[in-house]
């Protein structure tokens, strides 16, 4: 008997236009990786008993894990909405806006809000549904947000918005 796993919330459909070039890249990349690891995959079970192979019984679960992913993409990518126009009012935090942000104890933080399926490319990236970017959307320079952190509640100003492609 396994154990019940609730079905985890659906992420936003939202990406930018540079996270969906990047999600169709990993996607044509992995294909590529599967393939070698089939042949390698192939060339390991021929050397024989495969119940102590390691080579194989790695292979194997190299190809799994690279098939989840490819599946998983191939049911993502077509869901997403990309976004690649700024938003009219650019004084309000929306999506794909890089927020700096000054904490209660004076420490300087600057984020981009972007979909849950991009947030592993860029060290400064938020999802949108983070409870930090929730906090923060539709709001305006030197308005403060309060957020519930693992460490308790912070609170934070915004010094600025931005929605530039180049900024870092």
């Known amino acids: ?79 997403l909405t990309v976004v690649n126009q700024p938003p009219t009012n650019q004084d309000q935090v929306f999506f794909a806006a890089w927020v700096k942000l000054e904490a209660e104890n004076g420490s300087i933080a600057e984020y981009r ?7 592993d490319h860029q060290p400064n990236y938020i999802s949108m549904d983070s409870p930090l970017a929730q906090a923060l959307l539709k709001r305006i320079c030197d308005d403060e947000i309060k957020v519930m952190t693992p460490g308790g509640e912070t609170i934070y100003r915004i010094m600025d918005i931005q929605y530039e492609a180049g900024q870092s």
């Open 1 to 79: 008997m396994g154990r019940y796993r609730p079905p985890s919330p659906s992420k936003s459909p939202y990406i930018t236009a540079l996270g969906y070039e990047q999600l169709k890249d990993e996607e044509k990349a992995l294909w590529v990786r599967r393939r070698d690891v089939t042949k390698a995959l192939s060339a390991a079970a021929a050397e024989g008993d495969r119940s102590e192979n390691a080579e194989y019984i790695y292979r194997k679960k190299e190809l799994r894990e690279i098939d989840r992913r490819i599946r998983y993409l191939q049911k993502r990518i077509p869901a």
């Open 113 to 119: 809000i972007v979909g849950p399926d991009e947030i």
